[in-house]
Structures are given as C-alpha cells and as structure tokens.
C-alpha cells in the first residue's frame, strides 16, 4: 500500500466514511478533477473544487453516482473555461 492510500484509508477512517465511497472510483474521480481544474483554471482551483464537489454530493441521496455525474460536469465547466481564456487572451 502506498502513501496516498494509507491516508485515504485513514482519514476515511477517523471520518467514518469507510462503507460511504468506493475509494478507488474516489481516488481516480478526486485526481482527475484536480488535474484539469489546476491546468484548466488554477492550482489553488482544484482543491476547493474538491471540497465543493464532495459538499455537492453529500447532499444527494445517492453520493457516488453524483458524484461523478458533478466530477463530468465540472471537467467540462474547466475546459471550457481554460478555452474561453485562451480566446480571451489572443490578439486581435
């Protein structure tokens, strides 16, 4: 076990999340829309991003399926963004 995992699988613990979240499908959702928050709009973006998706879900009665549903919807918000300040900043 690695790092990574070892604090997932404590804080999942101390927080009793442990039987909340599939923590692989959390892991690979969490990671990738870090990566294309912080490439797509800033680094500091995506763990606020984060914390706000996970907020998000918790208030679905069915958090894991929301929860990538919002992960899909807001790699699309990012990318979208990182292209409309790509446009943005182009000379005219």
Do not use: F, K
């Not at 009793?16 to 959390?26: F, K, R, T, Y």
């Not at 797509?40 to 009665?61: I, K």
């Amino acid at each position: 076990m690695n790092t990574l995992q070892e604090w997932v699988n404590l804080v999942c613990q101390e927080l009793d999340l442990g039987d909340a979240v599939s923590l692989a499908a959390m892991q690979s959702r969490v990671l990738d829309l870090s990566r294309d928050v912080a490439h797509g709009v800033a680094r500091p973006a995506a763990p606020l991003t984060a914390y706000l998706l996970g907020l998000a879900a918790g208030r679905s009665s069915d958090p894991e399926t929301t929860a990538d549903e919002l992960a899909q919807r807001i790699c699309l918000l990012a990318q979208r963004w990182s292209e409309d300040q790509g446009a943005s900043s182009e000379p005219r």
